[in-house]
């Protein structure tokens, strides 16, 4: 794509025409910095990567970058094979950039947001779908959550990177692979496995806002060489980046967290491995993060907390045979979580006549349990079409989901309990129609079974049969690497609205549009993708092309509806909805080239439009050809790894994101932003010591807003917007040692 091909892309998004949407704006203005972000980098990567490397391809001591596997895959898969837009983040990149959670790392990713609302990111979106928060109601991921193959959908607070060996993030449906709770998407964490020789790595970090960090982990063979073990720990703690005004604290926003991670690796014969792996989580982190004056200080006299306290367990088996591979999964995770927050946002006394002091606390426990068999060909099957590699597989999920809901304005407290059951047949044929040309073809079949009941009274077992599945054409060319087309069917369940059936239909506080949003439908999402994936100049340079359009219909759009309190105040009651339907379309690229011996560049960018095509919310609003909500435009990501010697290095990493909206409910919006960040590390051949910072330029930018929204009984409540503040300039000095 040339520059003037991604400006007309760009250009071509319009303001919502409505009430407050764009504040008025009827094109998108970006200044000369975010248009060199976007335009640039698209117009001038390849261009200026391969200009360097036709001067350096008979240098041999350029080295050639390193394969990269993508495992959470029916099959393990060479990403320059795979024909689906994903990106990889190894342990290099999680060092570099200094990251300890997952929400560090989604900027690499085109196309990728994360919603705030909490002390840590628990939920994601890719290409503009994806939930941001949960409350009352149960909930269906859109975005699935994999660590080390136990499912945490919907609970990333936990999703620390200490001993994390690589980041998958997989855009698009995959109904083949993982079902209803990846209708946007996947994101796979796998931790590094047990080796045969001991070792062992110490990390420690300190840095400014009480910033202290220590790891430790160590792996090598019990006894010999048929047992491996690994075993990890790690904690972080940080006074966080609110100031307390009214208690004098600068801790109420703190983030305190822990994860102890121990796998064993047990190779009865040379055909056979088994893999446990256990997990904990202790997430104690609070939360205190919106300000009545949008500030990072606060007012609040009860400050909530953000916890979350995980036991999983998780078995691999594998057999080897001649003609096939067997696989029985299996995993059991229960947590634990603890939401809570000052509702007003303000102490008893800021304004006698008017005030209202809340609080509000969501006490979840969640038990998961998973089987799965899966058996695959070891090796080809000669046919006439072709040879023929296949996959089919048997899958079982239990999710049992109970609440606690303790709030000042209740009675007493609010109970629910959710479970779901999911049974999934699936399978994946793989044909080599020559040498070049590969057709794969997958599906899954699923039946899942829902149970709703409260104190409300409210109670419901809506059911769903669902299919989902993946076709692609793929296409291996000397001179352009991997070409491919693909078409894939996602789905999402449908459900209840306990918010809304808890009134009845004739209270005067729900409206008749309301009365109609007691349930909703599955939603279907189909993805049409082309893209080019290959490898240049002997390895040096790695380039993956994605163009795509999706195409949602029964959209289900996650919505609030604001209801007076008598004092004045106002309440929210949150439903999910269907949008008539909806579109996403847009481009990820992203390329890694090893420029010279001591120079490695990497650029990505993701361009997205995402729009309602017919949509009236629960307020009437019309909300055609709106954007979405946290789906910006563009994002990009560039950065170098420098080695001027031996024992130095130094990273540079520059990113950036358009303007999106918080909400389909309201017209708020986070505003463009651009970040730079730095380390700096001297390393010997078994410690390195590194100073670090991140967003240098101290840029306020946020994940979280509200608008329409009165809650500061100063200014006698009335509606304005509020903001959560993202993470401000850090510095820090971090050292690792090596056994």
């Known amino acids: 794509m040339n520059q003037s091909t991604a400006s007309n892309f760009i250009t071509q998004k319009q303001s919502y025409a409505g009430h407050g949407g764009r504040r008025g704006r009827q094109t998108w203005k970006l200044d000369g910095l975010r248009v060199f972000g976007v335009v640039s980098l698209l117009s001038i990567g390849v261009v200026t990567a391969e200009k360097a490397l036709a001067q350096i391809v008979d240098d041999p001591k350029t080295p050639s970058l ?135 790595r110490l990390q420690s970090t300190v840095g400014d806002y009480g910033r202290r960090e220590l790891g430790l982990s160590m792996t090598g063979p019990l006894g010999g060489d048929k047992l491996l073990a690994r075993a990890s720990a790690f904690t972080h703690r940080s006074d966080g980046f609110m100031d307390n005004g009214f208690l004098n604290q600068s801790d109420t926003n703190a983030r305190d967290e822990t994860v102890l991670r121990g796998r064993l690796k047990w190779l009865p014969s040379t055909q056979q491995s088994i893999d446990l792996t ?75 006549e008017l005030e209202y002091s809340s609080f509000d606390r969501y006490l979840r426990q969640r038990d998961s349990y998973s089987a799965q068999l899966r058996i695959s060909s070891s090796e080809s099957i000669s046919t006439s079409a072709g040879d023929l590699n296949w996959t089919t597989g048997l899958y079982a999920l239990n999710d049992d989901e109970s609440l606690q809901r303790e709030y000042t304005y209740l009675a007493e407290d609010f109970r629910s309990r959710f479970t779901a059951s999911t049974l999934a047949a699936y399978g994946q044929l793989d044909l080599a129609l020559t040498q070049d040309w590969t057709l794969s073809a997958g599906l899954r079949l699923a039946s899942r079974s829902m149970e709703y009941d409260d104190s409300n009274g409210v109670a419901s077992e809506p059911d769903n049969t669902l299919w989902g599945g993946k076709l692609s054409l793929q296409y291996a060319s000397d ?77 289900q759009v996650r919505g609030s509806v604001v209801i007076p309190r008598d004092d004045g105040s106002t309440a929210f009651v949150d439903y999910t909805a269907n949008a008539a339907s909806g579109y996403n379309l847009g481009l990820e690229w992203e390329l890694r080239a090893a420029a010279t011996e001591s120079l490695e560049v990497y650029l990505s960018t993701g361009l997205l439009r995402a729009r309602f095509d017919e949509y009236t919310n629960a307020d009437g609003r019309d909300l055609e050809d709106r954007e979405q909500a946290h789906a910006p435009s563009y994002q990009f990501a560039a950065g170098l790894q420098w080695r001027p010697s031996k024992h130095w290095q130094t990273d540079l990493q520059w990113e950036g994101r358009d303007s999106f909206y918080f909400s389909d409910r309201h017209d708020e919006e986070s505003g463009s932003y651009t970040l730079l960040h730095l380390r700096v590390a001297y390393e010997r051949e078994n410690w390195e010591l590194a100073l670090w910072g991140r967003n240098l330029l101290d840029e306020d930018y946020f994940t979280r807003g509200f608008g329409s929204f009165g809650n500061d009984p100063r200014k006698g409540y009335v509606t304005e917007a509020y903001l959560q503040f993202a993470d401000p300039r850090q510095v820090g000095l971090s050292l690792e040692l090596q056994l």
């Not at 979350?308 to 947590?335: C, K, N, P, V, W």
């Not at 491919?484 to 008749?512: E, M």
């Not at 994936?533 to 994605?546: C, V």
């Open 66 to 200: 390193e394969e990269i596997v993508v495992t959470a895959e029916l099959r393990d898969t060479p990403w320059l094979l795979q024909p689906s837009s994903t990106s990889i983040m190894d342990a290099s990149q999680i060092r570099e950039r200094t990251a300890i959670h997952l929400e560090n790392l989604l900027q690499l990713a085109p196309n990728v947001n994360l919603a705030g609302g909490s002390n840590r990111a628990r939920f994601y979106q890719i290409r503009g779908v994806g939930e941001r928060s949960q409350f009352v109601d149960p909930l269906n991921p859109s975005v699935g959550l994999l660590i080390d193959g136990i499912d945490f959908s919907g609970l990333g607070s936990g999703a620390s990177l200490f001993d994390i060996e690589q980041v998958e993030i997989l855009r698009g449906p995959q109904g083949t692979l993982h079902g209803a709770n990846a209708l946007a998407g996947l994101i796979n964490m796998r931790s590094a496995a047990p080796e045969s020789e001991f070792a062992a």
């Open 479 to 555: 001179s352009l690497g991997m070409l491919y087309a693909s078409l894939s069917r996602g789905y999402r369940a449908g459900g209840v609205n306990p918010g809304i059936l808890a009134f009845p239909d004739d209270d005067p506080a729900i409206s008749d549009s309301l009365t109609n949003l007691r349930f909703f439908d599955e939603e279907l999402l189909y993805n049409f993708e082309i893209g080019q994936k290959g490898q240049f100049f002997d390895g040096r340079l790695q380039s993956a092309l994605t163009l795509f359009y999706m195409d949602r219909s029964d959209q």
């Open 278 to 352: 256990l997990t904990h989580i202790d997430i104690d982190n609070g939360y205190d993060a919106f300000s009545l004056d949008n500030t990072r200080t606060t007012l609040s006299d009860m400050p909530g907390n953000d916890r979350q306290q995980s036991d999983a367990l998780g078995i691999h088996y594998s057999f080897s045979g001649s003609r096939f591979l067997t696989e029985i999964m299996a995993s059991a995770a229960t947590t634990d979580t603890d939401y809570s927050y000052d509702e007003d946002w303000s102490f008893v006394g800021i304004a006698p």
